[in-house]
């Protein structure tokens, strides 16, 4: 044993760098199975794809813990559970263990009320998010909240709960197990005593998730412009009968045991993005000139109960139900470089936090045409911004994303439309990115810590001088307000349309109106459950936006909308 090991030292003593060669080969060896070994240790990541790590990975990683009613109970639910699962409209993330059973009536405990809340206190009743209902019994048979369900056994949190089922519409949340989060519209099972919701949730323990086969209930307080969904199907309200119903809504149905499930499956698969329901008639469609979605009726004339779901309203002859399905109308997809290059370089100016992503979002799919930037944002490009990647002077792009204020940069640009946002959201919409992300949101820590007050103080000044430079060196300025955008997005985008020099498309337009949120869009429910904004930093930002109305006005413009100027203290 010894010659062998002396004839090995002698031949890397002869060559040292033999010896250096062989300890690195040894090292990433090593390393690699340190990896390999990782990413076999993380399966859970896997079957989701990289996606919200909420989305259920099977309720069979389940494990047991001694809070609950043991091993026995735990087997009979993991069992249960694992029935097929019927077809159902919306994307395959929606398809999980939860989001199977709406069939049957059920009966509607949405307003049952537990008695055993006047233990708790106001601010576990309404925290200003969520208003909490209860503890609920669940059947795994039959659920109390059908909408879709999230799993995650490391980090589930109330808060996490609410935020995923208010992104997507549903008026309820409820925890369950730690662990398993489900939505709903409405509360299909009774109440239980509270003391069976005492199950810690895996990422807070300082709050309840629940028990086994037991709920605890939220009724979420969505902000009104959140979109109502129904499960994938997104509801636009109730709408007068059409004049030409034929031109309007070219494919129709009579179906027995009418509902809305039945209405959206069947333009789902004629691969159109409206559902309207008219009694027991289903019509599906694209939205027109004829049947354009602008004259919304109260919704009380469409209140007449469907045949097959007694708590679904259906409409009738003359007022018609709609909800818009997951299909996406392609009439404003396609977007390209200019064919010829621009003769003027068109600014979209704003300050960060002032909706300068969505707002190219709705011109690139209004125009067909991309939208460059001053700058270089890998992210904004992989999410298919793919003038984000040509020089902001190419002359490819239809108008160029900026948030410059400098008299030497604003007059580089030929003309400008100038994007202004109430300087209360866009500080909080640009600490939230500057902390989170382009759709995450900054942490209690930041909030509450030092960085939240410097910002305010540094940036608070930038929102009025950023205005104020581009009204004084811009030419020929079009000032778009972010929340007048929102309120009436046709009109305006056409406007916008118009200033870049090209013809409005109305089906484009009509178009867009679908598929108005992009990628970048946060949630509507989060928000601080405290004002973030002291008394001298209020003073302060409404003397910015009395100095930017002035100017404004001055240059016979419109001023900041009233929900910008300071109230009378």
Not at 62 to 70: D, F, Q, T, Y
Not at 133 to 158: E, H, N, P, Q, W
Not at 314 to 330: A, H, L, M, S
Request: with cysteine.
């Amino acid at each position: 044993m010894a010659r062998p090991l002396l004839k090995i030292q002698r031949y890397f003593r002869r060559k040292p760098v033999r010896f250096f060669s062989f300890i690195l080969l040894y090292l990433t060896a090593g390393s690699l199975v340190f990896l390999h070994s990782g990413f076999v240790g993380d399966s859970s990541t896997g079957e989701n794809g990289g996606r919200d790590p909420l989305v259920a990975s099977g309720i069979g990683n389940r494990v047991a813990s001694s809070e609950g009613r043991g091993v026995g109970m735990m087997g009979r639910v993991v069992k249960d559970t694992r029935r097929p699962t019927p077809r159902r409209y919306g994307p395959p993330w929606m398809k999980g263990a939860g989001g199977k059973d709406w069939e049957g009536r059920g009966v509607d405990y949405t307003s049952s009320w537990n008695r055993a809340l006047k233990g708790r206190n106001a601010k576990d009743l309404d925290d200003g998010r969520a208003k909490y209902i209860g503890c609920y019994i669940d059947d795994t048979a039959k659920r109390a909240l059908r909408g879709v369900s999230f799993f995650d056994y490391k980090k589930m949190t109330v808060f996490r709960c609410q935020d995923n089922c208010a992104e997507r519409g549903y008026l309820y949340s409820g925890l369950e197990f730690g662990a398993e989060c489900y939505c709903g519209h409405k509360i299909q099972a009774p109440n239980t005593s509270e003391s069976e919701c005492i199950m810690q949730c895996k990422g807070d323990k300082g709050n309840l998730c629940g028990g086994a086969n037991r709920l605890s209930i939220y009724r979420l307080e969505l902000s009104q412009e959140s979109a109502r969904h129904y499960g994938s199907a997104i509801f636009k309200g109730c709408f007068h009968r059409p004049d030409n119903i034929t031109l309007a809504l070219p494919i129709s149905a009579v179906i027995q045991n009418m509902s809305v499930e039945k209405c959206v499956d069947m333009c789902t698969e004629k691969e159109l993005s409206l559902a309207v329901l008219a009694g027991d008639r289903c019509l599906c469609g694209f939205p027109t000139p004829h049947f354009s979605l602008h004259e919304m009726e109260d919704e009380d004339m469409c209140l007449h109960r469907c045949h097959g779901e007694e708590f679904e309203s259906c409409g009738n002859d003359e007022y018609f139900v709609v909800y818009q399905t997951q299909v996406q109308d392609n009439r404003c997809m396609d977007r390209r470089f200019l064919p010829t290059r621009s003769k003027q370089l068109i600014a979209l100016a704003s300050f960060p936090g002032a909706g300068n992503t969505w707002a190219r979002h709705l011109i690139e799919l209004a125009t067909g045409f991309y939208t460059g930037s001053y700058y270089f944002d890998g992210s904004l490009y992989n999410k298919g911004f793919k003038g984000e990647r040509d020089h902001w002077r190419s002359g490819r792009t239809i108008c160029i994303k900026t948030h410059e204020s400098g008299k030497k940069e604003i007059e580089a640009f030929d003309a400008s439309i100038v994007m202004i946002r109430n300087p209360y959201k866009a500080l909080m919409a640009e600490f939230n990115r500057k902390y989170g992300g382009h759709i995450g949101f900054a942490s209690q820590a930041h909030w509450r810590g030092k960085e939240w007050p410097e910002f305010v103080k540094n940036y608070a000044p930038w929102w009025a001088s950023h205005t104020l430079d581009w009204l004084r060196y811009g030419r020929n300025v079009h000032v778009v307000h972010f929340e007048e955008l929102k309120r009436d997005l046709f009109s305006k985008l056409k406007d916008m349309v118009l200033f870049l020099g090209l013809e409005v498309a109305e089906n484009r337009l009509l178009c867009v109106e679908g598929q108005k949120d992009g990628k970048f869009k946060r949630s509507g429910l989060r928000k601080l459950d405290y004002d973030p904004y002291t008394p001298e930093m209020r003073t302060s930002i409404d003397e910015l936006v009395m100095t930017v109305d002035a100017s404004l006005k001055k240059r016979n413009m419109a001023g900041v909308p009233k929900e910008y100027r300071p109230t009378p203290r």
